[in-house]
């Protein structure tokens, strides 16, 4: 059982950064590939940023790349986003997964979620 809490999220203007944190609890942490994702209003969920329980591999979507990065620290059991360059339309409800399988992640699942955390944006 993993429990995921996210964190770092709030109002920025257009152009700035934020870091988004996904605390996770249990001692498998390291054995779970991490995703981020976002749903803006109205919006289906979208894939963000993935990374593997190495942190050798990450997978972005199109629409981050060159903006954010994934990162983990196994030894704190903590996944980050780091989100430059914001634009309004980043804003959404931001939510990390985990999951045993990397490939599971990019495709849009997780076994285990997180409650989300706000990210706004303006113009």
């Known amino acids: 059982q993993v429990q995921l809490v996210e964190s770092g999220g709030g109002l920025v203007q257009a152009g700035g950064s934020l870091r988004l944190s996904c605390a996770a609890s249990?001692?498998?942490?390291?054995?779970?590939?991490m995703g981020w994702f976002r749903q803006a209003p109205g919006k289906d969920r979208e894939f963000v940023a993935a990374?593997?329980?190495?942190?050798?591999?990450?997978n972005y979507a199109d629409s981050v790349k060159g903006r954010f990065t994934i990162s983990r620290d196994n030894a704190k059991n903590t996944v980050y986003l780091q989100m430059n360059s914001l634009k309004p339309e980043d804003t959404a409800v931001y939510y990390c997964?985990?999951?045993?399988?990397?490939?599971?992640?990019?495709?849009?699942?997780?076994?285990?979620w997180g409650q989300g955390t706000q990210v706004t944006v303006s113009s």
């Open positions: 997964a985990a999951d045993t399988s990397l490939y599971t992640v990019v495709a849009g699942g997780g076994d285990y």
């Open positions: 990374i593997s329980w190495s942190g050798g591999r990450r």
């Open positions: 249990g001692r498998t942490f390291s054995s779970y590939a």
